[in-house]
Nanobody, 118 residues
Framework: VQLQASGGGLVQPGGSLRLSCVAS????????IGWFRRAPGKEREWVSF????????YYADSVKGRFTISRDNAKNAVYLQMASLKPEDTAVYFC????????????WGQGTLVTVSS
């Protein structure tokens, strides 16, 4: 059972990146998926969530209007499309899976580093 986040890299301010979260060993469509990030020297921050059942999406105020979370159940993947990136978006981004009715996340993936810098 594994979650793997990928797609990070170096991007200039105002640029875009798409992060992917792919599951192996279990089916992602049975889980709500969250994206989190941890910036250098800061606490982990929740970024976005997509629900298991109706695909409802939620965003932190800091990314609302710039980031879009989506899922492709056929590919067992969830994506985070990031646009209008700012230097303060620099962080390691993680995805996590939460079963229906759970208050905590069941699985966490390894992070992918996003660096926004000119």
């Amino acid at each position: 059972v594994q979650l793997q986040a990928s797609g990070g890299g170096l991007v200039q301010p105002g640029g875009s990146l798409r992060l992917s979260c792919v599951a192996s060993g279990f089916t992602l469509d049975r889980y709500g998926i969250g994206w989190f990030r941890r910036a250098p020297g800061k606490e982990r921050e929740w970024v976005s969530f997509i629900s298991r059942d109706n695909g409802r999406t939620y965003y932190a105020d800091s990314v609302k209007g710039r980031f879009t979370i989506s899922r492709d159940n056929a590919k067992n993947a969830v994506y985070l499309q990031m646009a209008s990136l700012k230097p303060e978006d620099t962080a390691v981004y993680f995805c996590a899976a939460k079963g229906l009715g759970r208050t905590t996340y069941d699985y966490w993936g390894q992070g992918t580093l996003v660096t926004v810098s000119s």
